[in-house]
T-cell receptor, first 115, second 113 residues
Framework: AQKITQTQPGMFVQEKEAVTLDCTYD???????LFWYKQPSSGEMIFLIY??????QNATEGRYSLNFQKARKSANLVISASQLGDSAMYFC????????????FGTGTSLTVIP | DSGVTQTPKHLITATGQRVTLRCSPR?????VYWYQQSLDQGLQFLIQ???????AKGNILERFSAQQFPDLHSELNLSSLELGDSALYFC????????????FGDGTRLSIL
């Protein structure tokens, strides 16, 4: 089974609108971390936000927030007030405490912000 | 700046050749990971090292090998290169703990002619 599933290959959003990028995960480890990365067309991988499995509150970092639904094993990224610079590839990733240092990445979602 | 340094940034070579990609992790990070990203593709995990020892292997071809040295820098060796090896190769490093993210270098863009 896939550890991380991103079912939206491509998404479009109007500038200044909010958008949600979906991510579901699969683990039996009670302790894990969930991460989102942004990859603009220039190629670099930028760490955006982290959510821990024991965190009671959803993580937020500026315009980024993570809608964490533990029972559903989902960790959706919400980008508010989209900007043209948000157009990029977005990857969801997970790290399990039990397996130590290995990371699992989804296949990514390509987001295009329309002016 | 992620603190992870990859060299070279670009590499152009021919089929059949051998190249070495180099990575210096963030200060204090013991884990180093290598990924391959072909055009418009996701990240393919190749291999992971922790404090000099191999910890996990992904879809790494036998023509590829890697190592992590005592000073924690890592090298990825690609030999008998084929056209399909053209890709962006990332190195990432992390500290231990499930709450620690990976920090990525800027990548080495390898073009096989």
């Amino acid at each position: 089974a896939q550890k991380i599933t991103q079912t939206q290959p491509g998404m479009f959003v109007q500038e200044k609108e909010a958008v949600t990028l979906d991510c579901t995960y699969d683990t039996s480890d009670p302790s894990y971390g969930l991460f989102w990365y942004k990859q603009p067309s220039s190629g670099e991988m930028i760490f955006l936000i982290y959510q821990g499995s024991y965190d009671q509150q959803n993580a937020t970092e500026g315009r980024y927030s993570l809608n964490f639904q533990k029972a559903r094993k989902s960790a959706n990224l919400v980008i508010s007030a989209s900007q043209l610079g948000d157009s990029a590839m977005y990857f969801c990733a997970m790290r399990e405490e039990y397996t130590g240092n290995q990371f699992y990445f989804g296949t990514g979602t390509s987001l295009t912000v329309i002016p | 700046d992620s603190g992870v340094t990859q060299t070279p940034k670009h590499l152009i070579t021919a089929t059949g050749q051998r190249v070495t990609l180099r990575c210096s992790p963030r200060s204090g990070d013991l884990s180093v990971y290598w990924y391959q990203q072909s055009l418009d593709q996701g990240l393919q995990f190749l291999i992971q090292y922790y404090n000099g020892e191999e910890r996990a292997k992904g879809n790494i071809l036998e023509r590829f090998s890697a190592q992590q040295f005592p000073d924690l820098h890592s090298e990825l060796n690609l030999s008998s290169l084929e056209l399909g090896d053209s890709a962006l190769y990332f190195c990432a490093s992390s500290s231990s703990g499930s709450n620690q993210p990976q920090h990525f270098g800027d990548g080495t863009r390898l073009s096989i002619l």
